[in-house]
C-alpha cells in the first residue's frame, strides 16, 4: 500500500488562573485530495490581556484560517495560500477595531498573536506574528522555530511589536523546513512556555500520547504559577508520502497509453474523423463524441513515450492545469462523463489556425492587428500567472486563433505550478521545457521560471510578427553563461524601415532584456507602453544607419568614395 502524510494530534487548554479563555487553537486534517494537494494544518492565538474583545479576534483568526486555506486555489503554494490568508484575516480585525470605540487604543481591539504550521508532502511550513511559539523535538532536543515579537522596555514590562489587527499591514514571518517520521512540532501560549522548561515538555511527549502529552504541559504551567490563559498544541508525524502519492501518480499508474488511432475508428466513446497531428511524442486527433455529437480534439501520447515517466507526468498535467483555469484565452477540457480506459487528454475543437501559420499569411500585419493579438494573449498568461503558474513553452504553435479573431492558449505541458512543485515525486524535473528560439535566457542558465520568463517570450512573439525576425536570432539558446548573455545584441525593428513608432522598437527591447531584473516587472506596464509611448522611450533617438543596417551603411560609404573618385578623375581630366 503506498504511504501518505500522517499525523497525529494533540490539544489542551484552560483560561487558567483568569476569567476568561481569551485563548483559541484548531487543527484540519482534510481527506484527499484536498491531503495531497494542499496538506494538514495546525494553528494557535492568544488574545491580549489588555482587550476585552481579543478572544473574538483570537477565534477568528485561527477558525478563518483553517477554513479560507483550504479553499485557495491547489495552484498556489502554501506561502502564497497561508499569507493571504492571514493578510485578508489581518484586515477585518484592523477594520473591526477602527469600527469600535477603541479605535484609538490597539492594546484594547481586536488584536490576538497567531502561530501556525502547514505540512503538506514531506515539508513543513511555519507562519507566525506574535508572542506565541512553534518548537520541533528531534531527536531529544526541543528547538524553537518561532522567534517572539517583543519588545521589552525593562526587565518588568514588555509589549507585542507585531500581532494580526494591530495595523492595517502585517509582516508574517514565514519559514519552510523538511519533515521526517518521527518530528514532533509544539505549539505554546506564553502562559505555558514562561513558565514550563523545555526538558519537562520533551520529557512529557517521549513518554504519553500526544493529547495526554498536551494536558500534562498545561497542568505543569498552573502549577508553576502562570497566570495566564494556557494552550498547547502538539503535533506528530507518523508517516510521510512515498513516491506514488497524489492524484497525479494515480492517473499515471492506473491508465495504459492508447494505440495509434485510425480514422473512423471508435474509442472510449469517440469516433476519430482523421489526425491533424502526429510526432514521436504526441498524437493529436480530431473526433466527434459519440454521447453529445459535438466535435472534439483528443491528444493521446506516443507509444515511444510510454516508459517516460517525466513526460507522461507533463502529459496528465495538461488536464489537470486546464481544468483549474477558466479565461476565454486559455484552452478550456472537455467535461468527463465517463470512464476512462486509456491516457489521454480531449478538449474543445477550435475552428482556426495556429499563430504560426496566421504569420506566415500575413506577413506584415498593422501595428494594431499585433497589439490585439498580444493583448489577447496576455489576458491568457494573467489567468496563469494570478495562479501561481508559469507556461513556459509560448511558441506561435502553441497559440490558435478562431475564425471569429479569439485568441487562445493551448498546451500546458511544459507548464511549471507552484502548488504542485511542492509535492513530493519521483520525477525529474527539467528546467528547459519549451522550444529554445523562445525559452527565456535564464533558463539556460539553470534558473527556475517564472511569470518574467513568459513575458519574455511574448515580446519575441510580438517582435516576430511585426518583423519576420527573432531579436536574437538562435544567439540566446548557444549563451551559456551569464558573460554570453551580455553580449546578446537586440537588432531594432526599425533597421526593417517598416512604419513602426521608435517607442513601440523600445517597449519590445524592455520586455526580451537578456537579464529577467530588467524586463518589465507587469505583463500589463509591457501591453500599456504597446499603446502609450513611454517618455523614457521618447527621449532616445533612431540608432544610426551603421547599427540599423550595417550592410546598407557600407554599400552607401563605398557609392559615396565611388562618386568623390570619378569627381577627381573628371576634374584631372577637364584640366
Known amino acids: 500500500m503506498p504511504h501518505q502524510l500522517t499525523v497525529s494530534v494533540g490539544q489542551h487548554s484552560d483560561k487558567g488562573r483568569k476569567e476568561s479563555n481569551q485563548d483559541f487553537h484548531g487543527a484540519c486534517i482534510p481527506k484527499e485530495p484536498l491531503l495531497t494537494a494542499k496538506g494538514i494544518a495546525v494553528a494557535l492565538a492568544d488574545g491580549i490581556s489588555s482587550s476585552q474583545v481579543s478572544h473574538i479576534a483570537s477565534e477568528a483568526a485561527v477558525a478563518g484560517f483553517l477554513e479560507d486555506y483550504f479553499c485557495t486555489s491547489e495552484t498556489w503554494s502554501v506561502k502564497k495560500s497561508a499569507q493571504t490568508v492571514l493578510t485578508a484575516i ?16 490597539k492594546d484594547k481591539g481586536y488584536v490576538c498573536t497567531l502561530s501556525a504550521i502547514v505540512v503538506k508532502s514531506t515539508t513543513a511550513h ?54 521526517e517520521r518521527g518530528d514532533v512540532f509544539v505549539l505554546t501560549t506564553d502562559g505555558v512556555h514562561e513558565h514550563v522548561s523545555n526538558e519537562f515538555i520533551v520529557a512529557t511527549i517521549q513518554e504519553y500520547a500526544p493529547d495526554e502529552a498536551a494536558r500534562r504541559i498545561v497542568d505543569e504551567a498552573h502549577a508553576n504559577e502562570s497566570g495566564d490563559n494556557l494552550t498547547v498544541q502538539i503535533l506528530r508525524i507518523e508517516d510521510l508520502p512515498d513516491q506514488e502519492a497524489g492524484e497525479i501518480y494515480q492517473q499515471l499508474t492506473a491508465l495504459p497509453c ?27 486527433y480530431l473526433a466527434i463524441d459519440e454521447e453529445s455529437g459535438d466535435q472534439v480534439i483528443i491528444k493521446t501520447p506516443s507509444i515511444d513515450m510510454r516508459d517516460d515517466p517525466a513526460y507522461l507526468e507533463r502529459f496528465v498535467m495538461e488536464e489537470w492545469i486546464a481544468r483549474r483555469i477558466n479565461n476565454a484565452h486559455v484552452l478550456k477540457p472537455c467535461p468527463q462523463t465517463r470512464q476512462r480506459n486509456y491516457l489521454y487528454l480531449v478538449t474543445e475543437f477550435i475552428d482556426g489556425q495556429t499563430l504560426a501559420q496566421w504569420m506566415i499569411d500575413h506577413p506584415k500585419p498593422d501595428v494594431e492587428t499585433v497589439r490585439g493579438i498580444v493583448e489577447q494573449i496576455a489576458r491568457g498568461l494573467f489567468a496563469f500567472h494570478r495562479m501561481e503558474m508559469v507556461h513556459q513553452d509560448l511558441r506561435p504553435e502553441n497559440i490558435m486563433i478562431d475564425n471569429t479573431g479569439t485568441v487562445r492558449i493551448i498546451d500546458f505541458g511544459s507548464a511549471r505550478v507552484a502548488g504542485i512543485m511542492e509535492m513530493a515525486t519521483p520525477i525529474v ?20 521560471g517564472s511569470a518574467s520568463a513568459d513575458l519574455f517570450s511574448l515580446g519575441v512573439i510580438t517582435y516576430q510578427m511585426l518583423s519576420g525576425r527573432l531579436p536574437y536570432g538562435a544567439q540566446v539558446a548557444r549563451s551559456h553563461t551569464r558573460a554570453a548573455q551580455k553580449k546578446l545584441r537586440y537588432r531594432s525593428l526599425l533597421a526593417d524601415d517598416r512604419d513602426i513608432p521608435a517607442w513601440i522598437d523600445e517597449a519590445i527591447k524592455k520586455a526580451v532584456h537578456p537579464d529577467p531584473r530588467k524586463r518589465y516587472e507587469e505583463l500589463s506596464e509591457f501591453l500599456y507602453d504597446l499603446r502609450h509611448p513611454n517618455r523614457a522611450f521618447l527621449n532616445r533617438t533612431r540608432p544610426p544607419l551603421m547599427e540599423r543596417d550595417p550592410v546598407l551603411f557600407w554599400k552607401g560609404t563605398s557609392f559615396f568614395l565611388l562618386l568623390v573618385v570619378v569627381i577627381l578623375l573628371l576634374r584631372l581630366q577637364s584640366g
Open 126 to 179: 511555519i507562519l507566525h506574528v506574535g508572542d506565541s511559539r512553534v518548537y520541533r523535538l528531534r531527536d531529544k532536543e526541543l528547538e524553537q522555530l518561532s522567534e517572539d515579537h517583543r519588545l521589552w522596555v525593562s526587565r518588568e514590562q514588555s509589549y507585542l511589536s507585531r500581532a494580526l489587527g494591530m495595523t492595517p499591514h502585517i509582516e508574517i514571518d514565514y519559514r519552510a523546513l523538511p519533515v
Open 429 to 448: 524535473q527539467h528546467n528547459i521545457l519549451g522550444t529554445a528560439q523562445y525559452t527565456a535566457p535564464e533558463y539556460f542558465l539553470g534558473e527556475t
Open 258 to 284: 492508447p494505440p495509434v488511432l485510425e480514422a473512423r475508428a471508435s474509442f472510449d466513446g469517440y469516433t476519430i474523423i482523421r489526425e491533424l497531428h502526429g510526432s514521436s511524442r504526441s498524437h493529436v
Open 90 to 105: 489581518n484586515s477585518w480585525l484592523h477594520s473591526q477595531t477602527l469600527q469600535s470605540q477603541h479605535r484609538y487604543e
